[in-house]
């Protein structure tokens, strides 16, 4: 198995002797360009080949060079792994063939008999695999607030291993405190795991803030442009990655190198991708909050939300994401949704293109109607991914299909 290079290895690391002047950590964005690529091999070629093999060589037998099989190891998918430990600041990283073959490889670091306890307003699937399969194998849940800190608190037992949020969650848009999560978490001999597809490692890394490992769903804002599916864990917990590597390898769940070489290259924009769509995010959120044809906007940008502060502390902006009700019922809001004319109708987020969804029959249709109720997730809610076109012209998209469902601005 190839997991060497795994740590971080920033470009300009080797190479300074001591005649030359010291140099600065580098940059998200020169990162994003230039972590773990290596010049060195494959002819200097300053792109890096997809490496299509499902298999390698041998010199002789029991003599190999870092690669024996595709599943275990294969060069572009390194090369991706580098890439994503670099720009998380962790030590290690691994992908995935979706996000939640991701997820999975984490929670299968469980035995049976451990608990998690969970925010309970995390993405469909994470809380289908939580409260569906894992049961079966005598694994025990906790659906918890966790902008609650005491009720954190209270739902972890003996038997808690992990303690799993998003931040912001989805589709509420709710803001948890990573650190002080963290501090609850360690006291407890918790692992604290963010799932960090909503704000992606440009606008927030867990790790700095105490998370022991960060997942990502790469199909949204690192991949960027809705055309493959992926996942990654980070982690700098040298057990947690020796444990996952190994289930990597052993369950297979892995990433394509064509797809990892989409991801890799996706990287490299991500930071100019993440600024444009927060741009426009914060234009469309303040268009809407403004709008008596809307009833409540939920976007952590905006002063009055209740995790305004927190996400100022812990993000460098606040995403691409809004949620927002629409001020009808149910029928009202699915005739809206089918006079937008940019944002199409889909589940799926984090791309260049705008996307809407009603998350009440789309990505949560998996909850029962009082999971749905609990959380919050109501009927005339919709939740926009914001995508990098130019703002104006979404700003009217939505206003022409509010003025034709129910009437003009005011
Ligand atoms: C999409 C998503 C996932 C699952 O990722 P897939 O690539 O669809 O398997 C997990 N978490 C979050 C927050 C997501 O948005």
């Known amino acids: 198995m190839a997991k060497d290079g795994q740590k971080k290895e920033r470009s300009d690391d080797e190479g300074s002797s001591k005649d030359e002047p010291e140099r600065k950590a580098p940059g998200f964005e020169t990162m994003a360009i230039h972590a773990g690529e290596s010049d060195e091999e494959h002819y200097r070629a300053v792109v890096p080949p997809i490496y299509h093999t ?26 991706l792994e580098r890439k994503l430990a670099c720009l998380e600041e962790a030590k290690y990283g691994l992908a995935f063939s979706s996000g939640m073959a991701a ?48 009720k954190v608190e209270k739902a972890i037992k003996k038997e808690t291993k992990l303690l799993w949020i998003e931040t ?42 105490g998370a022991d490992i960060v997942v990502h769903s790469t199909t949204k804002y690192i991949g960027g442009h809705s055309d493959f599916i992926g996942g990654a864990v980070v982690t700098s917990n040298d057990q947690a990655y020796l444990d996952m590597a190994y289930y990597q390898n052993a369950a297979g769940a892995v990433p394509s190198p064509n797809d990892c070489y989409m991801a890799a290259r996706s990287l490299k924009t991500l930071a ?34 209740p995790g305004h502060e927190l996400a100022k502390k812990q993000m460098d902006d606040f995403g691409g994401i809004i949620t927002f009700e629409v001020n009808g019922d149910h029928e009202t809001t699915k005739a809206f949704v089918s006079e937008l004319h940019y944002f199409a109708l889909a589940v799926s987020l984090g791309a260049v293109e705008s996307l809407i969804a009603h998350p009440a029959s789309m990505t949560h249709a998996s909850l029962t109607g009082g999971e749905k109720q609990k959380i919050g997730i109501k009927d005339n809610m919709v939740r926009i991914s914001v995508g990098i076109e130019e703002v104006e012209d979404l700003i009217q998209d939505l206003d022409i299909a509010l003025t034709k469902t129910i009437g003009t601005r005011k």
């Not at 002080?180 to 360690?186: D, E, F, G, R, Y």
């Not at 604290?192 to 909503?198: E, I």
């Not at 600024?275 to 905006?302: M, T, W």
Request: aromatic share 10%; glycine share 6%.
């Open 103 to 150: 997820v999975n490889a984490v929670v299968a670091l469980l035995e049976s008999g451990a608990h998690v306890v969970s925010e309970e307003n995390v993405y469909g699937g994470t809380h289908r695999l939580l409260s569906k399969v894992y049961p079966k194998y005598k694994i025990d849940l906790t659906w918890v607030d966790a902008t609650d800190l005491s």
């Open 272 to 305: 100019l991708r993440m600024r444009q769509h927060c741009f426009n995010a914060k234009k469309i959120a303040e268009f809407l909050d403004g709008d008596s044809r809307v009833k409540k906007v939920y976007y952590p940008g905006l002063p009055d939300h």
């Open 54 to 79: 499902s298999t390698y060589k041998l010199e002789e037998v029991g003599k190999f060079h870092g690669y024996d099989y595709s599943r275990s190891g294969n060069p572009t998918r390194a090369m």
């Open 168 to 209: 912001p969650t989805n589709p509420l848009l709710k803001i948890l405190d990573i650190e002080a999560l963290a501090k609850i978490a360690h006291a407890n001999k918790v692992l604290l795991v963010v799932d960090n597809t909503f704000s992606s490692p440009y606008l927030q890394r867990p790790i700095e803030h």
